[in-house]
C-alpha cells in the first residue's frame, strides 16, 4: 500500500487498526512540526524528543476516539503537542527564559518527502498564511501572545513578566486573537 | 420544562480561555457560562482552532533521525506486537542469581508505580484551569452532544447533555466514571423535551483520575453497572 497518498483521516483509521506502518507515514509527515513545537516551547531537545514520543504514542494508542468532525488530524496533533509541552515545562518547574519564545516570519522551508503533493501544497499554504498573519501583528501584541501560546502563562504571570498592567495585557492578547481570526479565517465577531 | 437564560455573553473572554492563558476567577466563570451557552462554544471552537494552527509559525528544526524507529518500537511493545521470541520458558533464560534481583527490581518498580500515582494525583489537584472535555455521540445517538467541565481540585464537575432521545418514564440514563476497565456511578439523570440537561457532579475521588466518562440507558433510578446502550463517551 502507498502511504504517501492517503490523506490524514485514512492513515488514522489504519492506526487504529494497528498498522504500524500508517504511523510510521503520519510521522514522516508530521514529526518535524511536532519537535519543532517542542522544542520551541522547551527549549531542550532531550524534552523535545519526549513529547514527540508522547504525542506519537498518543496518536497510536487513541487513534479510534479520534472523530474527523472534531477537526482534522494535523490540528489535534498540534493542540496535543503544545498541551503536553506546557504541562511538562509546569510539572518540572521549567522556566525557559532563554527559549527563542516567537514564531518565525518569511518562507517555509522544505516540506518532508513523506506527503501527496496536493496534501504538500496545503500544508506550505497554511504554513504560509500563519506566518504572514503574525506578521501583521504590533510587536507588543504579538509578544503577549508568545508567552501565553508557547509558556502557558495566564494573563497575571504575563504582566508581571512584561511588567504591564494586567488590562494592557489583557487587552493585547486579545486584539492580537482577533487580528488573527479575522485574518486567517476572514471571520466576523457575534458582538459587532 | 427546564428554560436557560443567558443574559451576558464572554466574547472578550474566548480568545484567552482558548489559550489557557485565563487567570482562575476569569476561567471559572467563563466554564460555567460555556456549560450553558452553545454560542459561546462555537465561538471557542474557532478561536481553538486558530490556537491549533499557530505552530505551523515555528522555527522548523528535523528531530534525530533515530527517534522514528524509537517511537515504532513503542508502539509495538505498547500493544504487545513485539517479535515473537522462541517459546522457552522464561524461567529457564533467566539464571537463578539474577530471580534475587528480579524480586528486587519488582519491588521497586511496584513502589515507583505507587509513587507516580500519588505524585500524578498532586499534580492534577495543582492544575490552574478547568478542563473541559467533549462528549461525543454513538450510533444509538448520532446527534447526541455533551460537555464535561471538571473543577481546578477535580472533585466535582458540571455534565451538559444535548440532543438526547426522549426516553420512556420507566428509563432514565446514568453516567458512568471509567477506570481500569470498572465503571462508577456518575448519576441518574432524565433529559427535557429537547433532549438537553445540565447536572452538578460529586466525586469521591478526583474526577481527573479516571480514563474516560460514558452514558448509557438505564431502568430509572440507575443501575449498579450498565446495562442499557451507550449513547455518550469521552476520553479523560
Known amino acids: ?192 | 420544562m427546564q428554560v436557560t437564560v443567558v443574559e451576558e455573553h464572554f466574547f472578550d473572554l474566548l480568545p484567552a480561555y482558548a489559550l489557557g492563558c485565563l487567570d482562575g476567577e476569569d476561567d471559572l466563570r467563563v466554564a460555567e457560562h460555556l456549560a450553558a451557552c452553545k454560542l459561546c462554544r462555537g465561538e471557542l471552537e474557532r478561536y481553538r482552532s486558530l490556537v491549533a494552527d499557530l505552530p505551523f509559525a515555528v522555527a522548523e528544526s528535523d528531530p534525530p533521525p533515530r527517534l522514528k524507529e524509537t517511537i515504532l518500537q513503542r508502539a509495538r511493545q505498547a500493544r504487545g506486537m513485539a517479535t515473537a521470541a522462541p517459546k522457552i520458558p522464561w524461567w529457564q533464560r533467566v539464571p537463578s542469581w539474577s530471580m534475587v534481583s528480579l524480586v528486587l527490581i519488582l519491588a521497586l518498580g511496584a513502589s515507583n508505580l505507587l509513587l507516580w500515582g500519588r505524585l500524578n494525583t498532586l499534580e492534577i489537584r495543582q492544575r490552574t484551569s478547568l478542563r473541559t472535555i467533549l462528549l461525543q455521540g454513538t450510533t444509538s445517538a448520532p446527534n447526541a452532544t455533551g460537555m464535561l467541565v471538571i473543577s481546578l481540585d477535580g472533585s466535582h464537575g458540571t455534565l451538559v447533555v444535548d440532543r438526547l432521545p426522549i426516553l420512556s418514564e420507566s428509563q432514565q440514563y446514568q453516567l458512568w466514571l471509567i477506570r481500569d476497565g470498572k465503571r462508577t456511578s456518575g448519576g441518574v439523570f432524565s433529559v427535557d423535551e429537547k433532549g438537553y440537561k445540565g447536572m452538578y457532579i460529586k466525586s469521591p475521588e478526583p474526577l481527573d483520575t479516571y480514563t474516560g466518562v460514558g452514558i448509557t440507558v438505564e431502568p430509572s433510578g440507575g443501575s449498579p453497572g450498565p446495562t442499557g446502550e451507550k449513547v455518550l463517551g469521552g476520553n479523560l
Open chain 1, 1 to 192: 500500500m502507498d502511504y504517501i497518498k492517503l490523506d490524514d483521516e485514512a492513515l488514522m483509521r489504519l492506526i487504529a487498526l494497528a498498522q504500524e506502518q500508517a504511523l510510521g507515514a503520519l510521522y514522516d509527515r508530521y514529526s518535524r512540526l511536532v519537535f519543532s513545537m517542542a522544542l520551541n516551547t522547551t527549549g531542550d531537545s532531550g524534552l523535545a524528543e519526549e513529547i514527540t514520543q508522547d504525542v506519537f504514542l498518543r496518536v497510536w494508542n487513541k487513534a479510534e476516539t479520534y472523530r474527523p468532525e472534531q477537526g482534522k488530524v494535523v490540528t489535534w496533533m498540534s493542540s496535543i503537542t503544545r498541551y503536553r509541552a506546557i504541562d511538562l515545562l509546569r510539572q518540572r518547574g521549567i522556566r525557559p527564559e532563554g527559549n527563542r519564545l516567537d514564531w518565525v516570519d518569511g518562507v517555509s522551508p522544505d516540506l518532508p518527502d513523506a506527503m501527496d503533493v496536493e496534501l504538500e501544497v496545503e500544508v506550505a499554504q497554511r504554513k504560509q498564511r500563519v506566518r504572514t498573519a503574525l506578521s501583521q501583528l504590533p510587536p507588543e501584541q504579538r509578544q503577549a501572545l508568545s508567552y501565553a501560546f508557547f509558556q502557558g502563562y495566564s494573563h497575571s504571570q504575563i504582566a508581571e513578566a512584561l511588567s504591564e498592567p494586567l488590562g494592557t495585557v489583557k487587552t493585547r492578547i486579545r486584539l492580537a486573537m482577533q487580528k488573527l481570526r479575522q485574518i486567517l479565517y476572514e471571520d466576523k465577531f457575534p458582538n459587532e
